[in-house]
């Protein structure tokens, strides 16, 4: 009786760090995930049961581990990751151009999918630790922090995921408090530089122009983008096939498994990164209207989440998941409707993948412990603040 009673306890306690209208969430968008790809690619429905399953395992587990804990293993994570990607840049397997894998021999990992959960782990233990002193030079410290790991990243290249490493650290220096005077020149500075593209492209975009810290597949995204038609049956194909999915889905869509583009595989990667230009064309605006609905109660959910976390370093960690899964959802939107550059940024808990989709539920995982487990004593309680 007594062992039944202590194992009642711990499903209560458990249950109680797993939020059931964020799992909804989760839950629905593994289902559209599955029926899509049942559409895009039947082959691969198998393999996605066990990718989500071990998502769900990453999700709840994370979970249950006490935050303070999750706090004293940033450090050691960030530094892991710093070392895996200098070995992947020095050891790592390249393909098609790209060297972003390291084969340990039992197992072949992405270091820069780790970096995505350790980078604002580390800024939000750097900032608890400082939280007594904090002065404007300890987000400079943080940028570098940042830096580090992005610029690795970066020269493998990868831009996707640089851009999704960079998100998560700023979100935790924006919560921490970062001041406006510096993020306002950035704004006007990349205003200034799309304008500058818009007015010059041509110019910038012929052949031999070397753009300086891109690689030329790089600059051949960005040309294409401004105008897909320049190479249409190359660099642009992807672009101009999936807004032509998209635009003949209509109100209604096609209907499942009637979509012509998807089904007669004019969209290119449509089980992966452009995965929505077959839910768009098979359910049409409503289809997309109600998946958007999805995210958007997921992300309201995880800030309301995050902004409930007794710990000044938990409400900075579960901002930044919140926010970098926005910035999933808007960069692969935007970019398989043409008004992004094509970056391989998957849909979250939708697009066909393992490592992607174990990452965000972990991420999510790590907003529920922080949500309900304060931080450890003497090193990083206390109220949350800015400067």
């Known amino acids: 009786m007594m062992k039944k009673a202590y194992w009642l306890v711990m499903i209560a306690h458990a249950m109680r760090r797993w939020d059931f209208p964020l799992l909804v969430c989760v839950l629905l968008l593994f289902a559209a995930g599955q029926v899509v790809l049942m559409s895009a690619s039947p082959e691969r429905v198998g393999t996605l049961w066990g990718h989500q399953a071990l998502a769900l395992a990453a999700l709840l587990t994370a979970a249950l581990v006490p935050f303070r804990w999750w ?13 895996l990607l200098l070995a992947v840049l020095l050891f790592g397997e390249t393909t098609k151009g790209a060297t972003r894998w390291l084969d340990l021999g039992v197992v072949r990992i992405q270091p820069s999918e780790l970096m995505k959960l350790a980078a604002p782990m580390m800024l939000a233990w750097y900032f608890a630790l400082r939280r007594h002193s904090l002065a404007w030079w300890d987000h400079v ?12 990243i970066l020269k493998e290249p990868d831009l996707g995921t640089t851009i999704l490493v960079v998100a998560a650290g700023g979100f935790v220096l924006f919560f921490a408090g970062f001041s406006w005077r510096f993020i306002v020149p950035l704004v006007l500075a990349l205003a200034v530089g799309i304008g500058a593209l818009l007015v010059q492209g ?54 499942w498994r009637e979509g012509t583009q998807s089904q007669l595989s004019f969209v290119p990667e449509r089980h992966t990164d452009f995965i929505f230009a077959v839910l768009a064309e098979e359910f049409g605006f409503f289809g997309v209207a109600l998946l958007l609905s999805v995210y958007t109660a997921l992300l309201l959910r995880g ?41 391989g940024v998957p849909l979250p808990f939708i697009s066909y993948g393992g490592t992607a989709l174990v990452t965000l539920a972990t991420g999510l995982g790590l907003l529920l412990s922080a949500a309900v487990q304060s931080a450890p004593r003497g090193g990083f309680s206390g109220q949350r603040r800015g400067i």
């Open 202 to 255: 041509d110019r910038w975009c012929a052949p031999g122009v070397e753009w300086p810290m891109l690689h030329e597949y790089q600059k051949q995204r960005v040309c294409t983008l401004l105008d897909p038609h320049r190479d249409p049956l190359g660099k642009g194909f992807h672009t101009i096939q999936a807004t032509i999915a998209i635009g003949s889905g209509g109100a209604w869509g096609k209907g």
């Open 303 to 343: 800030a309301w989440l995050a902004i409930r976390s007794p710990s000044w370093p938990g409400m900075l960690l579960g901002g930044a998941v919140v926010g970098t899964t926005f910035v999933y959802v808007f960069v692969n939107v935007a970019m398989v409707s043409g008004m992004l550059p094509v970056v």
């Open 71 to 83: 706090l004293r293993l940033a450090l050691p994570l960030y530094l892991l990751g710093v070392l």
């Open 141 to 152: 410290v943080a940028l570098m922090l940042l830096a580090i790991p992005a610029i690795l």
